[in-house]
């Protein structure tokens, strides 16, 4: 899974144009099919979703990498 995301003072406008032009893409059937044929499932989220999505997942890898004991080298 991936996102598209802005700097963290990014305007709210420009966020919220983002959103919606983004939204707009995944909307459109000859985007969301090449997508699929990429490998990747097109979906829409809320803003809230996905900062949720991004925090989740770096805790989830985050307990993976010390379980694992990996370091950086």
């Known amino acids: 899974m991936g996102g598209i995301g802005a ?3 990014t305007p709210g406008e420009i966020v919220e144009r983002l959103h919606r ?3 707009a893409c995944v ?3 000859g985007f ?5 044929e990429l490998g990747y499932t097109p979906f829409a989220s809320t803003q809230e979703e996905f ?3 991004v925090v989740e ?3 989830k890898w985050a307990k ?3 379980a694992a004991n990996i370091k950086v080298e």
């Open 7 to 9: 700097p963290r003072y």
């Open 21 to 23: 032009e983004i939204n």
């Open 27 to 29: 909307a459109d059937s």
């Open 32 to 36: 969301s099919t090449r997508t699929i």
């Open 51 to 53: 900062s949720r999505f």
């Open 57 to 59: 997942s770096i805790e």
């Open 64 to 66: 993976v990498i010390r």
